[in-house]
């Protein structure tokens, strides 16, 4: 199969009405605890991540098989030791056509708030894929809706891999819409690829 294809998986996250389940921190408003676990990352060959610096989940999980880019040479600094790093904005990837069988994205998207800058990433990996090659993304849902006065969404994780884990926040400002499963299949069609599988779940466990 020629085609490249896209596995999206989410925390899936709502605006909660409960206290209990959302609590306000100034102009924070966070979110559930969630818990994310990874064996693996099911692709061949050499994987492009983006946007792997920081905690560099990706990186920890499959080693040196991993090209770690990203736009902060601080961040990248901060990342696993035993991948490849390179300070590259995805928008504009240096690589050649056809030069990776895998990518991935853990958690970088939400960070993207252009929706023209989204589609333009989607298009590069989509151009530095091999035929048949897969783009994994792991995202949170981050609504448009939110409490009055607050600025920031904030997403605790736990992410279990094998023998290491990770306690990490994520936050981020509010959309115009939502970023949610539908609206990054929508900006992966329509950059080329095919969306192979979508797993809407809080706990993501691959195989």
């Known amino acids: 199969m020629n085609k490249k294809t896209l596995i999206l998986s989410t925390a899936v996250i709502v605006a909660a009405t409960l206290a209990a389940a959302v609590w306000a921190v100034q102009d924070m408003q966070i979110f559930p605890m969630q818990d994310v676990a990874l064996h693996r ?70 960070y993207i708030k252009d929706q023209e800058a989204q589609r333009k990433v989607f298009a590069e990996v989509l151009r530095v894929l091999k035929p048949g090659g897969r783009f994994f993304v792991w995202d949170v849902v981050v609504p448009a809706e939110h409490k009055e006065g607050k600025t920031t969404a904030v997403y605790p994780m736990k992410i279990s891999l094998p023998g290491d884990t990770v306690r990490t926040a994520y936050g981020v400002g509010w959309p115009d819409e939502a970023h949610d499963l539908s609206y990054y299949a929508r900006l992966a069609a329509l950059a080329g690829f095919e969306v192979a599988d979508r797993k809407p779940v809080s706990y993501t466990h691959l195989r």
Do not use: Q
């Open 41 to 110: 990352c099911p692709g061949e060959g050499l994987i492009l991540d983006i946007g792997g610096g920081g905690e560099g989940v990706i990186g920890r999980l499959m080693g040196d098989r991993v090209v770690a880019i990203d736009l902060s040479r601080e961040e990248l600094e901060h990342a696993p030791r035993g991948n490849i790093k390179v300070v590259m904005d995805a928008r504009d990837l240096a690589f050649l056509d056809d030069s990776f069988h895998t990518a991935t994205s853990f958690c970088t998207l939400m």
